[in-house]
């Protein structure tokens, strides 16, 4: 694997792929590779070894993950299944499977634009081993705590002021991107309470097509969308109970009016880091006592697992598991406590 990025200009879209395509090559398992016992002591006899990213190249790639004892997996996003298969042209998904631990964090030194991360490697069949183990839990959490800056201005990636324009094949795309978590989601909805009437909101709701994935297994419920762009409103007119065109700063819809509100912008590429969290802050305010608040994307979420937590939210869940392509994903389900 190519663990030292310090290349003193950013990379061009194809020194991108061909370096993802080497990493893919590299950390891949092949179905031949025995399932090792992962052991922590064990692994962290070993020699350490060095990873260097700069926040210019794809630092959102880096994730931690939380183990009981204290210690954290440190692994870093590969090609994902999706843009190899042709079905997406981005090069990473929310999907995080067993080939992309890389090993267990020793220590973590961010001096910007320099990442370096000093990690006890983990061995092929040791990744099997324990990514057994922590698919299981759901409360498995997936930390990614680098954002990426552009190199020239130094600011965070976000979308448009007016939204995304439509262009070809957008919201097919887009509905690629989210099958896992819509099927995930119908799973999650089929163990909770859900009544007709109840209010499903989506205050970046693009296409439409999450929340019509959820109206077409439970009908008697009120699916409400809202979005930036009028484009993206035109298509999801037509899919919804009602959507209105408007900022997420200053929905129309009213406090404790929601029982379940999806926030699937709050993350890279679609707003910033501080406007994630502000957005989280109003948001939350519309959901009623016993409704839920769920927080997932196609990139990696901006808020922190403790930020997400109120003293009226308990969280339920920070990880969600698809079987198809054996891989965890981001899923963070929270539950607004009701006062009476």
């Not at 080497?22 to 990873?51: G, H, L, Q, W």
């Not at 990139?299 to 969280?315: D, G, I, S, W």
Request: charged content about 30%.
């Amino acid at each position: 694997m190519i663990l030292q990025f310090n290349n003193e200009l950013p990379f061009t879209k194809e020194e991108k792929l061909k370096i993802e395509k080497s990493i893919y090559s590299e950390m891949s398992i092949s179905e031949n590779i025995e399932e090792e016992v992962f052991a922590i002591e064990k692994v962290m006899e070993r020699d350490t070894k060095i990873f260097v990213e700069k926040d210019y190249n794809s630092p959102q790639n880096i994730f931690f993950i939380e183990l009981e004892n204290g210690y954290k997996l440190f692994g870093r996003k590969i090609l994902s299944i999706m843009n190899r298969t042709g079905r997406l042209t981005s090069l990473n998904c929310s999907r995080i499977s067993k080939e992309m631990i890389i090993g267990i964090l020793k220590e973590a030194i961010y001096d910007e634009p320099k990442i370096e991360i000093k990690y006890f490697p983990i061995f092929k069949g040791e990744k099997i081993n324990i990514f057994k183990k922590i698919k299981r839990d759901r409360m498995t959490n997936i930390h990614f705590p680098y954002r990426f800056y552009d190199f020239y201005t130094r600011k965070e990636r976000e979308s448009p002021k007016n939204g995304w324009k439509v262009y070809e094949n957008l919201p097919v795309y887009l509905a690629r991107g989210e099958e896992h978590f819509r099927k995930y989601t119908i799973n999650f909805l089929s163990k909770v309470s859900v009544l007709p009437n109840m209010v499903f909101y989506d205050p970046a709701c693009s296409s439409g097509d999450f929340l019509e994935g959820i109206k077409k297994h439970y009908k008697t419920v009120t699916t409400i969308g809202c979005d930036l762009s009028m484009e993206m409103i035109d298509i999801a007119r037509n899919k919804l109970d009602e959507v209105h065109c408007e900022n997420a700063f200053y929905s129309s819809l009213k406090n404790e009016s929601v029982d379940y509100l999806f926030l699937r912008f709050l993350n890279f590429r679609v707003v910033t880091y501080e406007t994630a969290h502000k957005l989280y802050d109003i948001l939350i305010e519309k959901v009623k006592p016993n409704g839920f608040v769920i927080c997932f994307g196609h990139t990696p979420v901006l808020l922190e697992k403790e930020y997400m937590r109120r003293k009226n939210l308990k969280l339920l869940s920070c990880s969600g598991y698809e079987k198809e392509n054996d891989s965890l994903f981001q899923y963070y389900v929270l539950k607004k406590i009701s006062n009476d």
